[in-house]
């Protein structure tokens, strides 16, 4: 199955993000092979399901939203991570033809559903915080027909739709 992903960046503790981790790998973990999933790469969730695809021997896509998007990682170690997971993915693919950044998430958030057969929402339920947000990618999702599993990291819950 092929699996993308959205969710936020950044969480408040270390214990989110284990709970998150444990969460995802639960929801891939119920799938079955083969697996799939599609990322952009950005740093917090997009980077933790990359690697947990991995971890589960799933092949890794990558969509980046625009060349030098090496840019955008504002330490060397979030760099090094993005670099690593670029080079382990089966494929890449370089989105071209935004106007800006913001743009470009938009349309790479809206690649990944389009490749999906399911989304991963790493989520609060909030309205984006700007173009391209999660909450505009959910919306997009739903509207294309594709389900989407949300983790909600700030209530700790979890919201499925029936798979294909």
Known sequence: MRIGITGHRM????????????????????IGPPLTGISCLAIGTDQVFAELV??????????????????TFENESDLD???????????VE??????????????????????????IAVWDGLPARGEGGTAQIVEFAKLAGVPVIQINPLASTIQTEDLP
Not at 11 to 30: D, F, K, P, Y
Not at 81 to 91: D, E, G, H, V, Y
Request: some cysteine; glycine content about 6%.
């Open 94 to 119: 370089i989105l071209a033809g935004a106007h800006d950044d913001e743009e470009a998430y938009l349309d790479a958030g809206q690649r990944i559903v389009d490749l999906s057969e399911c989304m």
């Open 81 to 91: 991570r993005f670099n690593r997971l670029r080079t382990a993915a089966s494929k």
């Open 11 to 30: 969480l408040r503790s270390a214990e989110r993000w284990r709970w998150v981790r444990r969460e995802i790998t639960a929801a891939l973990s119920g």
């Open 54 to 71: 991995l971890e589960l021997h799933g092949l890794l896509e990558v969509v980046i939203p625009f060349e030098n998007y090496e840019r």
